[in-house]
């Protein structure tokens, strides 16, 4: 069975760095599975923010819309893999999920959320 | 982005009734090299992560009661409960998985009436 736990911090102020970890046990984070990064907000709702996944090489996938401050990172020595999203804003207010992706595409393991309030 | 579009908003339903929440995408997610919709349906209870009931638009995940049950084609789709029960009431979500970025629809609140 997968466990998806997360850590990090649930303050963040603005114009700083959100980091975020998802441990994984019951998987690898090396395996053919995609760990992805979800956010859920009142205004926005669930949102898709990227995901990576190894195939003999590591790749990423980010919402357009954020390309520019992601970073999502594999740690293939601790079984995890991380999020950070630089200069946040209120707006980046929201529980953040990591979740593991199926092969075709749902997200079948879902970790147990983070609540990240950017506020000074 | 493909955009999902959920109704209704909200949906009062008896114990015991039938439920039926419909999702629009805003182009086919239908796959016509293995006739596959990529579709995925899930329920979030409050203070939860959303919990995976149906993929490929009608495959009931493991362990989802047979009461749930999704239909649809190409931009059309459906989730419904057969007899609401009350462990039911939660907001439900439709999920494309055809292209990244991966969309959901806004969901839809599911009560007892």
């Known amino acids: 069975q997968v466990h998806l736990q997360q850590s990090g911090p649930g303050l963040v102020k603005p114009s700083q760095t959100l980091s975020l970890t998802c441990a994984i046990s019951g998987d690898s984070v090396s395996s053919n599975s995609v760990w992805n990064w979800i956010r859920q907000s009142p205004s926005r709702g669930l949102e898709w923010l990227g995901r990576?996944?190894?195939?003999?090489?590591?790749?990423?996938d980010y919402a357009v819309s954020l390309k520019s401050r992601i970073t999502i990172n594999p740690d293939t020595s601790k079984n995890q893999f991380s999020l950070q999203l630089n200069s946040v804003t209120p707006e980046d207010t929201a529980v953040y999920y990591c979740a593991r992706e199926s092969a075709s595409g749902w997200a079948e393991y879902w970790g147990q959320g983070t609540l990240v309030t950017v506020s000074s | 982005d493909i955009v999902m579009t959920q109704s209704p908003d909200s949906l009062p339903v008896s114990l015991g009734e039938r439920a039926t929440i419909n999702c629009k995408s805003s182009?086919?997610?239908?796959?016509?090299?293995?006739?596959?919709?990529?579709l995925a349906w899930y329920q979030q209870r409050p203070g939860q992560p959303p919990r995976l009931l149906i993929y490929w638009a009608s495959t009931r995940e493991s362990g989802v009661p047979d009461r749930f049950s999704g239909s649809g084609s190409g931009t059309d789709f459906t989730l419904t409960i057969g007899s609401l029960q009350a462990e039911d009431v939660a907001v439900y979500y439709c999920?494309?998985?055809?292209?990244?970025?991966?969309?959901f629809g806004q969901g839809t609140e599911l009560e007892i009436k």
């Open positions: 999920q494309q998985y055809y292209a990244t970025p991966y969309t």
């Open positions: 990576t996944y190894y195939r003999s090489k590591w790749y990423n």
């Open positions: 182009q086919s997610v239908l796959y016509s090299s293995n006739n596959k919709n990529y």
